[in-house]
């Protein structure tokens, strides 16, 4: 059963770069499957930041695209987001997930982190 | 403002059903790329719902269910119960902006 979990600082300055990783168990990310991010910011709804299929092709939001990097370390089973020039508008619980596309369902998602951008 | 939208929402008394609509475009729904649906509980994770359009993963009771026509998709709750109370998602895909989509939400009141 694959099970995947977020990482990261909690509390991330304006301006800064937000890093969060994702670790995978129970499937090697080097197999399959498209791995994205996705974040909701509080009382809000859903949005997609964007994927990292196992090839290691990208997708990303365009709203996003400027200020975002996906990449993957399938060594270690894990891919990771950064989003620069954050901004108290990036605060939000951020979800990593799998899809067989990106057209398909996210059956898998991890437990979500919060984010918060303060200073 | 979400590519695809949702009622911000809906309520109904125990047993009865309701609908949840989600209405896209023709670079997504009406593309025919399928729609997905989630279920929110407050502070955890979306859990999926419905997937291909009507397809209900093992687990998942058949008081739910989802139909697509055209540029729109539905999500139908039968039977209504206390514990469906949540945050109700739809997601697909749009061809335009070449990435996944979701709706705005919908929030399930049962009275």
């Known amino acids: 059963q694959v099970q995947l979990q977020e990482s990261g600082p909690g509390l991330v300055k304006p301006s800064d770069t937000l890093s969060l990783t994702c670790t995978v168990s129970g499937y090697s990310i080097s197999s399959g499957y498209y791995w994205g991010w996705i974040r909701q910011p509080p009382g809000k709804g859903l949005e997609w930041i964007g994927s990292?299929?196992?090839?290691?092709?990208?997708y990303y939001n365009p709203s996003l695209k400027s200020r975002v990097t996906i990449s993957a370390d399938t060594s270690k089973s894990q891919f990771s987001l950064k989003l620069s020039s954050v901004t108290a508008a990036d605060t939000a619980v951020y979800y990593c997930?799998?899809?067989?596309?990106?057209?398909?369902?996210?059956?898998?998602w991890g437990q979500g982190t919060l984010v918060t951008v303060s200073s | 403002q979400s590519v695809l939208t949702q009622p911000p929402s809906v309520s109904g008394a125990p047993g009865q059903r309701v609908t949840i609509s989600c209405t896209g475009s023709?670079?997504?729904?009406?593309?025919?790329?399928?729609v997905h649906w989630y279920q929110q509980l407050p502070g955890t994770a979306p859990k999926l719902l419905i997937y291909?359009?009507?397809n209900r993963p093992s687990g998942v009771p058949d008081r739910f269910s989802g139909s697509k026509s055209g540029t729109s998709a539905s999500l139908a709750i039968t039977g209504l119960q206390a514990e469906d109370e949540a945050d109700y998602y739809c997601?697909?895909?749009?061809?335009?902006?070449?990435?996944?989509?979701f709706g705005g939400g919908t929030k399930l009141t049962v009275l």
């Open positions: 023709s670079s997504n729904i009406g593309a025919r790329y399928v």
């Open positions: 997930a799998r899809q067989g596309t990106l057209a398909s369902a996210t059956a898998h």
């Open positions: 990292i299929y196992h090839s290691g092709n990208t």
């Open positions: 291909d359009n009507n």
């Open positions: 997601q697909s895909y749009d061809s335009s902006l070449s990435g996944v989509i």
